[in-house]
Nanobody
Framework: QVQLVESGGGLVQAGGSLRLSCTAS????????MGWYRQAPGKQRELVAT???????NYADSVKGRFTISRGDAENTVYLQNNSLKPADTAVYYC?????????WGRGTQVTVSS
């Protein structure tokens, strides 16, 4: 079992920055892909960014050049640095881990960007 806990969300003005953190506990195998997804009110959950164990990243077009996904020094921590935030980035952000054919989700952290 893998448990994921997100933190770092909050209220920020447009143009501001936030850093989201995801801490994983449990057994995550070397094949893991960590990622961030988001869901805005009335919309489907969408991919924001993913990071493989080998360091390969993938970003949604809407966040390219503004958001950066990275791993911490501790293997069980993943960050999402959000810069130049826009009101359209307002959503609940969820941490995701894919490992050994299973999919795990955190409970989410709210990011609200005011205009």
């Amino acid at each position: 079992q893998v448990q994921l806990v997100e933190s770092g969300g909050g209220l920020v003005q447009a143009g501001g920055s936030l850093r989201l953190s995801c801490t994983a506990s449990g057994t995550i195998f070397s094949d893991n892909v960590m990622g961030w997804y988001r869901q805005a009110p009335g919309k489907q959950r969408e991919l924001v960014a993913t990071l493989t164990r080998a360091g390969v990243t993938n970003y949604a077009d809407s966040v390219k050049g503004r958001f950066t996904i990275s791993r911490g020094d501790a293997e069980n921590t993943v960050y999402l640095q959000n810069n130049s935030l826009k009101p359209a980035d307002t959503a609940v952000y969820y941490c995701n881990a894919k490992t050994m054919g299973r999919n795990y989700w955190g409970r989410g952290t709210q990011v609200t960007v005011s205009s």
